[in-house]
């Protein structure tokens, strides 16, 4: 997904200066696009619910891979991870990694991906 | 940074954006927003911990009820998330229009992401009711208990927003939230977009994949 960056809002106070900073975010209709983008995404979820008698593997085949490009969408696009200061990705990366990876070992000792585990 | 760049940095919002302090900082960006980052990357272990707990308890229970898609109101449910994703981008609308010096239209946009959230958590609290009714309290079982923790702490954070939405509404009503403050309106605004992130594991991992 392309980030166009906005042409010129509303008149403001800051006019001359703030052409430059008009360039780093994404323009409103870029954020609009996205937000349309994120609710077919959810719509598309959603629409998982009406599958008659979905296998929990095939629930998450098709939610797993939408879940994680929302939150990568949101991430990026809203949070400005893209286009930020590359030193606030990591930050935020090696939080979410660090969580994955601790919980991960921690479901893992507790035997939860074994056919046998009753949660 | 000498004088100089600070006063160039007083008329140069770009180098805002790219996390470039008003003042030195030993990083070279903003303390206060690599603060929130390192909040948000801690938070992720939060929920992380009640995920996973919620994972591993909720077909745990011996009795009461267990979740399923005949439990779980996911039609209700769904219109709340796309609430929610709704508010995350009134919320983005607010943080562009407050770096373009537009505060009146941000002003508007943090009312309207605030009323959001707060129709997020009516829905959460209308839910709640339903399932006490239904006999789901939050000592029934291992599966209420996992639930209403993970979604209430959630539901904490929303409701926390909510009151920094309106406290900077009312900043911006006093004429305290101008351009020059445009990065306390990001910072917050990353803070909003994270609770709709962790809403997005939510949905799926509780409520779709029951």
Same mark, same amino acid.
């Given at each position: 997904?392309?980030?166009? @960056?906005?042409? %010129?809002?509303? $008149?403001?106070?800051?006019?001359?200066?703030?052409? $430059?900073?008009? #360039?780093? #975010?994404?323009?409103?209709? @870029?954020?609009?696009? !996205?937000?349309?983008?994120?609710?077919?995404? @959810? $719509?598309?979820?959603?629409?998982?619910?009406?599958?008659?008698?979905?296998? @929990?593997?095939?629930?998450?085949?098709?939610?797993?891979?939408?879940?994680?490009?929302?939150?990568?969408?949101? $991430?990026?696009?809203?949070?400005?991870?893209?286009?930020?200061?590359?030193?606030? %990705?990591?930050?935020?990366?090696?939080?979410?990694?660090?969580?994955?990876? !601790? +919980? !991960?070992?921690?479901?893992?000792?507790?035997?939860?991906?074994?056919?046998? +585990?009753?949660? | 940074?000498?004088?100089? *760049?600070?006063?160039?940095?007083? =008329?140069?919002? *770009?180098?805002?954006?790219?996390?470039?302090?008003?003042?030195?900082?030993?990083?070279?960006?903003?303390?206060?927003?690599?603060?929130?980052?390192?909040?948000?990357?801690?938070?992720?272990?939060?929920?992380?911990?009640? &995920?996973? =707990?919620?994972?591993?308890?909720?077909?745990?229970?011996?009795?009461?009820?267990?979740?399923?898609?005949? /439990?779980?109101?996911?039609?209700? =449910?769904?219109?709340?998330?796309?609430?929610?994703?709704?508010?995350?981008? =009134?919320?983005?609308? *607010?943080?562009?229009? &407050?770096?373009?010096?537009?505060?009146?239209?941000?002003?508007?946009?943090?009312?309207?992401?605030?009323?959001?959230?707060?129709?997020?958590?009516?829905?959460?609290?209308?839910?709640?009711?339903?399932?006490?009714?239904?006999?789901?309290?939050?000592?029934?079982?291992?599966?209420?208990?996992?639930?209403?923790?993970?979604?209430? /702490?959630?539901?904490?954070?929303?409701?926390?927003?909510?009151?920094?939405?309106?406290?900077?509404?009312?900043?911006?009503?006093?004429?305290?939230?101008?351009?020059?403050?445009?990065?306390?309106?990001?910072?917050?605004?990353?803070?909003?977009?994270?609770?709709?992130?962790?809403?997005?594991?939510?949905?799926?991992?509780?409520?779709? &994949?029951?």
């Amino acid at each position: 997904m392309s980030v166009e @960056t906005e042409e %010129r809002g509303a $008149a403001g106070p800051l006019e001359p200066d703030h052409e $430059a900073h008009q #360039h780093a #975010h994404p323009s409103d209709s @870029t954020y609009i696009k !996205v937000a349309v983008f994120l609710a077919v995404l @959810t $719509a598309l979820e959603v629409g998982t619910y009406f599958i008659k008698d979905p296998s @929990t593997p095939l629930l998450v085949a098709l939610l797993f891979p939408m879940m994680i490009i929302k939150f990568a969408v949101v $991430a990026g696009a809203f949070m400005h991870l893209r286009f930020d200061n590359p030193l606030f %990705r990591r930050v935020f990366v090696f939080g979410l990694l660090l969580a994955v990876a !601790v +919980y !991960v070992i921690v479901l893992t000792s507790m035997e939860y991906w074994s056919s046998s +585990y009753g949660g | 940074m000498t004088d100089t *760049a600070f006063a160039a940095h007083d =008329t140069d919002p *770009a180098l805002h954006d790219k996390g470039v302090p008003s003042h030195d900082t030993s990083t070279g960006v903003s303390n206060e927003k690599l603060a929130m980052w390192v909040f948000l990357g801690s938070d992720c272990l939060l929920f992380g911990g009640l &995920i996973s =707990t919620y994972l591993l308890l909720r077909h745990r229970s011996v009795s009461g009820p267990s979740p399923s898609h005949e /439990f779980f109101d996911i039609p209700f =449910t769904s219109v709340s998330s796309f609430v929610l994703l709704f508010s995350s981008l =009134t919320m983005a609308l *607010a943080v562009g229009a &407050i770096h373009r010096g537009d505060e009146r239209r941000s002003r508007t946009f943090l009312l309207t992401t605030a009323l959001l959230g707060g129709v997020f958590i009516a829905g959460q609290v209308y839910e709640f009711t339903s399932f006490v009714n239904e006999g789901l309290g939050y000592t029934t079982n291992l599966f209420g208990s996992a639930f209403y923790t993970l979604t209430g /702490f959630h539901g904490v954070h929303v409701s926390v927003g909510i009151v920094f939405l309106l406290s900077l509404f009312v900043m911006s009503v006093r004429g305290n939230l101008g351009p020059e403050r445009a990065e306390t309106v990001e910072i917050f605004g990353l803070y909003w977009h994270f609770v709709d992130i962790v809403w997005i594991l939510i949905f799926t991992v509780v409520y779709l &994949i029951p």
